[in-house]
């Protein structure tokens, strides 16, 4: 058995294909948000990149059974109950809740490869998680995406694409398989970081944008955590993500 892993920088760049296993990256910060919100025990998240859409479908729901968040340019939206730190997504305000959530980049990743057979979200915190329910899947090609900004690479997401390469590589019993060089870049991007993850976040591009806009050092120590959440956030019909 052989599991092929192709990483692609940013939405854009994915064919119009409906892979077997899709694994989004928005390390800064929406996956990391996910994560977090269903381990504190939200029903389910429901991901929009257009924001009159989520407001559409919010309203159809019991104002307290719904949270509204999401971020532009990394600020909270006017009228939402929360931005996107994943410190803001406590057991207190989502605990049994639909979350309808909308971000600069990570929720247009999501809903790129939303015909994925399999669709999953990662951080660096549920790395091992995701990897490991991969290995379950014994599938044959995994597209892993990263959620970049407007468009253009990120330093953070790629970090994280390479350190579910390393782990696939280290721990799969089937051989794996390395197909683009993007990918090859982003293992070596781990290679180089994996011991200072947090100054690799505050280096990349968002992590100095989120810096000029207040103090963020919460967040930062969040989303560089590796391996410390077991949660697994799958789609588990268009658009909707829950724990698996
Ligand atoms: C995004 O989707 O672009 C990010 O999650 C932005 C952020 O840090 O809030």
Known sequence: MIINLTYYHVANDVPEISPEIAVVIDVLRATTTISWALKNGADSIQVFSDLDLLKKSAIKWQADERVMLGERGGKKIEGFD????????????????????STTNGTKSLQKVQYAKHLFAMGLLNRRAVAEKIISLQSEN??????????????????AAGALASYLKTNCNFEVNILNDELQSALALWDFWKNDILNCLKTATHGKRLSSLGDYEEDF??????????????QVERGVIRAS
């Open 142 to 159: 995994v597209l892993i995406l990263g959620s970049g900004w407007e468009g253009t690479y990120s330093l953070e997401d790629s970090l």
């Open 82 to 101: 929360l931005g996107n730190s994943p410190l803001s997504v406590t057991k207190k305000v989502v605990y049994g809740k639909r979350l309808f959530m």
């Open 221 to 234: 120590k969040c989303c560089s955590e590796l391996d410390c959440l077991d949660i697994v956030p799958a």
